[in-house]
């Protein structure tokens, strides 16, 4: 995660990547992406894109892109700006 968050220069900001290696956090939140064709090519699940607003360790919004309407750019921080 460390790489990734490098590569996306958010060093030093209010932005922090966490990484689920055990996928409890993606069970937990209903986010498991177990589709066959994902299966086919992967080989185990993964976890739908997803983005969150968390303040104060309290969930201020949740998009799941594929759900609702929503696409990937839903999840984009311009989008996710809009609920802070």
């Given at each position: ?16 990547f ?10 937990a ?6 589709a066959e064709?994902?299966m086919e090519k992967?080989?185990?699940p ?10 104060d360790?309290?969930?201020k919004a949740k998009?799941?892109?594929?759900a609702?309407?929503?696409g990937?750019e839903d999840?984009?921080?311009?989008a ?5």
């Open positions: 995660m460390e790489g990734w968050a490098k590569d996306q220069g958010i060093g030093g900001s209010h932005v922090t966490y990484a689920d290696t055990s996928s409890k956090l993606t069970e939140m209903g986010l498991v992406l177990d064709p994902v992967l080989g185990n993964r976890c739908k894109r997803f983005a969150l607003v968390v303040a360790g309290v969930v998009v799941v892109a594929g609702n309407e929503c990937d999840t984009f921080v311009e996710m700006l809009a609920h802070c």
